[in-house]
């Protein structure tokens, strides 16, 4: 009776390899993975400041996210999602006003928290 538990006892103790999914998730960074997650928790440099000077937007891949990073008039960088909400247009090909930036295709503009404030040309904006 004691042998018998003793082989169940490493019977269950005994790990199984990992799955190659189960290593692929630690080797991707992308929002929703595992490393991904635990890497979001960190503050990481992105983007050298002395290039990105008032008014400019580029597209940025960071942890295979794509965003927009641009810098307001007033001098802070913000970073939004990489398409506007509204038909998807690439957001670093806009235009910054003050510290929003207005997307190149309908005008839609959105705050630096990436919120959308105007909606040019809706007869009931919903922004
Ligand atoms: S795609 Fe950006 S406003 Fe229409």
Known sequence: MNALTEADDQATTRTAEPSRDVWNDFAHAGPGTLAGRYMRRFWHPV??????????TVPLR?????????????????????????RGTQLSTGWVEGD??????????????????????EPEPFC
Not at 62 to 86: K, N, P, Q, W
Not at 100 to 121: I, K, N
Request: proline share 4%; aromatic share 12%; net charge negative.
């Open 62 to 86: 960071i942890m295979s996210e794509d965003l927009t990073l641009y810098r307001g008039d007033s001098g802070t960088v913000h970073a939004l999602a990489f398409r506007c909400a509204h």
């Open 47 to 56: 983007y050298r400041s002395e290039d990105l000077n008032p008014g400019r």
């Open 100 to 121: 929003t930036l207005r997307c190149f295709y309908h005008g839609w503009r959105y705050d630096g928290s990436g919120q959308c404030v105007e909606q040019p040309a």
